[in-house]
């Protein structure tokens, strides 16, 4: 069977290490998974290239199993699809295609990633929570606070009027969501959990702004630890990265793209950390 993550930029995805890393462990030979360089603009087309599928032909061996997409082919392929789970409904996004009778079925493992990533750092239940950034995976942030029974929630953006689609996300998830701007930032931290949506390094201008909070997740997986991050931890705080998120997200798939339980995390996250030390180690050689 084939497997493969899809958007732009690619070249960085850690999806092709741990997804293969767990096939291996789990005895899967003949699957494969690749990656490939995709934007909105094509999307369509490369889906219908595509062929076969699971279930589409008889003998299917060598068929698509599933793909997995990151930014910006979350939302855009969700009218691309013939069913769509309750959840990426939801959140609206799938960062998940898995084949199945010949159709193609989306889901968000994002949501699940997010949750195990806080329980395992033991940050599973928090009481009030402010959420940097309002883009695709604060709405999948939002979905697993919601989840882990947290039914209010801010969102600090730099513009309001950008944060439209995650308060319609908010909405649907029955959150109470209150958007406010950074200018609000130092009353709007007192609070159990910040979780940081914003790219690498955009966050680290509030670093000492944020060293107080009890428990920061922050989504950025490299360069690791953010100045954020290192900041909350030197100040006793809990500290969830985005390493942890896209670990138990890509578990997820592996579930549904084979329909197997016993999908081996420990040896996903040893193939995940190998990789993220190799490349930081080819950056310092190259500095």
């Known amino acids: 069977m084939r497997a493969a993550v899809m958007g732009s930029p690619i070249d960085h995805s850690l999806s092709p290490y741990l997804h293969r890393a767990a096939y291996q462990a789990m005895g899967l030979g003949g699957w494969s998974y690749e990656a490939f360089e995709c934007d909105e603009a094509r999307l369509p087309g490369l889906l219908r290239e595509l062929g076969p599928v699971r279930g589409q032909v008889p003998g299917d061996e060598d068929a698509w199993a599933g793909l997995s997409l ?85 969102l600090l953006v730099r513009e309001p009027a950008r944060a439209g689609e995650t308060a319609e996300v908010a909405e649907r998830l029955g959150v109470a969501l209150a958007v406010e701007t950074f200018d609000k930032l130092d009353a709007l931290t007192r609070v159990d959990l910040v979780v940081s949506t914003l790219p690498g390094g955009a966050a680290d201008m509030f670093a000492a702004r944020l ?77």
């Open 70 to 154: 990151t930014m910006p082919l979350k939302r855009a392929v969700l009218p691309l699809l013939d069913t769509v789970s309750e959840l990426a409904v939801e959140v609206g996004g799938a960062n998940t295609v898995v084949f199945r009778d010949g159709r193609r079925h989306g889901d968000n493992t994002d949501v699940y990633g997010i949750e195990q990533a806080l329980a395992e750092a033991g940050v599973a239940a928090p009481r009030s929570a402010t959420v940097l950034g309002g883009g695709a995976t604060a709405a999948s942030a939002l979905a697993a606070l919601r989840n882990l029974g947290l039914f209010s929630a801010t």
């Open 211 to 287: 060293a107080g909070v009890p428990a920061l997740f922050d989504v950025v997986y490299s360069p690791w630890p953010t100045g954020t991050a290192a900041a909350v931890r030197a100040a006793g705080g809990t500290v969830v990265g985005g390493f942890a998120m896209l670990l138990h997200q890509a578990v997820r798939q592996v579930e549904l793209m084979t329909g197997r339980a016993d999908v081996p995390v420990e040896a996903m996250r040893a193939a995940g950390e190998a990789e993220i030390r190799r490349r930081r180690e080819q950056l310092g050689q190259q500095g």
